[in-house]
């Protein structure tokens, strides 16, 4: 009773905008942006460069210290997708999400024992705790 009413649609390479391949190309085309991997890699090198210098000149508080640990690890892991990305490869996203759990243990292992050392001393200062 439908099928008289309803057309197969088939996949026909003569139509016009029929191919898919040929529209997720030229939307690639259109709105992907190429970059240098040298952009990318300065970006990841200041990013550790602050870090470490959030980690040496900061002598006063603990919680800048451990912003920037986690600084300087976040900027490696950047530094490992793009490499992964560039040499095709997917080991440089295992040792990313490795990476990431450790900081995050890192971090909240660090976070507890200063909530409790603010808990018995009143303070965070770096000061206090080397003595």
Do not use: C
């Amino acid at each position: 009773m439908y099928s008289s009413a309803v057309e197969h649609w088939t996949f026909n390479p003569q139509v016009l905008g029929s191919n898919p391949s040929a529209l997720i190309e030229n939307f690639l085309n259109k709105h992907m942006i190429t970059t240098n991997i040298n952009y990318i890699l300065n970006i990841t090198i200041v990013l550790f460069l602050i870090g470490s210098l959030g980690l040496v000149l900061n002598r006063k508080n603990v919680l800048i210290t451990i912003m920037s640990i986690e600084l300087m690890l976040l900027s490696v892991n950047l530094n490992f997708i793009i490499f992964s990305i560039y040499l095709d490869d997917v080991v440089g996203y295992i040792f990313v999400l490795f990476i990431l759990t450790i900081a995050a243990t890192e971090s909240a292992i660090g976070l507890a024992i200063l909530s409790i050392y603010y808990k018995l001393k009143q303070t965070i200062q770096m000061d206090m705790v080397k003595n």
